[in-house]
């Protein structure tokens, strides 16, 4: 496996936006832009597996999306059921751990079940952690969390008073990763759209007005060099964080 510097973010999340105009623009219907995403989120995978990321969290439907007219939520639904039966025996022998965040309920049965035979299947693998964030809202995220602490407060599990950061954290979703490190959106709008509003807090932003069937390798190099450019404060001065070792940065 390649090393993983500093300059490698551990942690990427991607908005994959676009895939209904780089259609629109073919005078294509939207979903020709959707099976067009579908090779694109291989190129990112691909990229994270050979630049040592490790874990890597995909927009793939919003909860806002259940909105859309319902011959394109149909398609996508049936896309989505397709690249399950298709990509995961790959992913699974190339070391990669899938899960999904989000409203599960929403879905089918039949795409709850390969959901959970993906996760079961790949549970063990380590080589990267690729989470799909499907019917996922970031303010539903914290919304569950706030709920979950209250159970815990009127079960007397836990007091109010011990209600703080960490335990926040601790019931949201991908609360046994590092928050990311590197945010990228595609479609050229700048906007987080209600993607993980909680775990964003410290994240690098990079937007490019590319759209996400464009994807290529080069361009997410592009995003990797930026982020190895920057400097990450986290509310400090620049003085502090040349003093402090890379492992002493709060992640
Ligand atoms: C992103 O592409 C994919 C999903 C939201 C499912 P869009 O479908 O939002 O594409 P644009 O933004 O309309 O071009
Ligand atoms: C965000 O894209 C959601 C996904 C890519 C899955 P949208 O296309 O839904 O976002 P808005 O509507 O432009 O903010
Ligand atoms: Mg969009």
New binding site residues.
């Given amino acids: 496996m390649p090393p993983t510097s500093a300059s490698v973010p551990r942690h990427l999340a991607v908005i994959?936006?676009?895939?209904?105009?780089?259609a629109?623009r073919r005078r294509r219907p939207?979903i020709i832009?959707?099976r067009a995403?579908a090779r694109a989120v291989n190129v990112c995978i691909d990229f994270c597996l050979e630049r040592g990321v490790r874990a890597l969290t995909l927009?793939?439907?919003?909860s806002e999306?259940w909105g859309?007219p319902q011959e394109?939520v149909g398609a996508?639904m049936k896309l989505f059921m397709n690249a399950l039966d298709r990509e995961v025996e790959e992913l699974n022998r190339r070391g990669v751990r899938i899960r999904f965040i989000g409203e599960r309920e929403r879905f089918s049965a039949g795409i709850r079940e390969r959901m959970d035979a993906a996760e079961n299947q790949t549970r063990a693998n380590s080589r990267l952690d690729l989470v799909i964030a499907a019917s996922y809202g970031g303010r539903q995220d914290i919304a569950l969390a706030a709920r979950a602490l209250a159970i815990d407060v009127a079960a007397g599990r836990l007091r109010a008073e011990d209600i703080d950061e960490a335990a926040i954290a601790s019931k949201m979703a991908l609360a046994d990763l590092p928050p990311p490190d590197l945010f990228i959106r595609t479609?050229g709008?700048q906007r987080i759209s209600n993607f993980l509003l909680w775990q964003l807090a410290y994240t690098e932003l990079w937007f490019t007005e590319l759209?996400?069937p464009e994807l290529d390798a080069a361009t997410l190099q592009l995003a990797i060099d930026d982020y190895a450019r920057r400097e990450r404060r986290f509310g400090l001065t620049s003085a502090q964080v040349a003093d402090a070792a890379p492992e002493n940065s709060p992640a």
Wanted: proline residues 0%; glycine residues 20%.
């Fill in positions: 994959m936006d676009g895939n209904g105009r780089w629109e939207r832009g959707h995403g927009f793939a439907f919003s999306n859309r394109e996508l479609g709008d759209l996400w």
